[in-house]
């Protein structure tokens, strides 16, 4: 248990569907993070937020809309998907963001299937 | 595109025996380095962090930075089972961005 908790753990959705990713950290850390997680590919960064303002959007669709209403929560929103969108979405937190205490603690993911 | 290369595996390793993995990376800007352990299903685990060149132990993980030569590894000593996982290499590269290898499988054969 990392302190980082995610909700659903699992989600089928439909293309046509609205749905949302919820994310939680227990850590009082400043940065949240959303990740992709494909099979045979690398970890993708998709969103960074440092003290609820986003710092980075890594060429994200915009199918894939965040929201970091405070510092603990975290949210992906998603609408409109593709079948290729299909992966673990993992959420992570960290302390600060400078070049220590950066460290990230990941979330157990969501693992989301668009039919 | 800065990069972080690993090879793949899957590295088969005898029980006792010490288990290496190795990861470069392209960003000579770095300057933190992770390893994470990943079970099956499961979601990536923070096992050690190295800022600074030479060697950092924990337990019995090692971790190995060379700037010079951009290069990373973690050893892990008296293997077991249950090291049994995905290993991956992550580089900070500022701007709170982490780059991941695609991670090495490491199989503890008993």
């Known amino acids: 248990e990392t302190g980082v908790t995610q909700t659903p753990r699992h989600l089928v959705m439909g293309m046509t569907n609205k749905k949302s990713l919820k994310c939680e950290q227990h850590?009082?850390?400043?940065?949240m993070y959303w990740y992709k997680q494909s099979a045979k590919k690398p970890l993708e960064l998709m969103f960074v937020?440092?003290?609820?303002?986003?710092?980075e959007n890594n060429s994200v669709p915009s199918r894939f809309s965040p929201e970091c209403p405070n510092s603990s929560h975290l949210f992906l929103h998603l609408h409109t998907l593709q079948p290729e969108d299909s992966a673990l979405y993992l959420c992570?937190?960290?302390?600060?963001?400078?070049?220590?205490?950066?460290?990230?603690?990941f979330g157990p993911g969501t693992r989301l299937t668009v039919l | 595109q800065k990069e972080v290369e690993q090879n793949s595996g899957p590295l088969s390793v005898p029980e006792g025996a010490i288990a290496s993995l190795n990861c470069t990376y392209s960003?000579?800007?770095?300057?933190?380095f992770f390893w994470y352990r990943q079970y099956s299903g499961k979601s990536p685990e923070l096992i050690m962090f190295?800022?600074?060149?030479g060697d950092k132990e924990d337990g019995r993980f090692t971790a190995q930075l060379n700037k010079a030569s951009q290069y990373v590894s973690l050893l892990i000593r008296d293997s077991q089972p249950s090291d049994s996982a995905t290993y991956l290499c992550?580089?900070?590269?500022?701007?709170?961005?982490?780059?991941f290898g695609q991670g090495t499988r490491l199989t503890i054969n008993p």
């Open positions: 992570a937190s960290s302390q600060d963001t400078g070049p220590t205490n950066n460290e990230q603690f």
């Open positions: 850590l009082g850390h400043n940065a």
């Open positions: 937020y440092s003290l609820e303002e986003r710092v």
């Open positions: 960003d000579r800007g770095s300057q933190s």
């Open positions: 190295i800022y600074s060149n």
């Open positions: 992550a580089a900070d590269q500022g701007a709170q961005k982490l780059v």
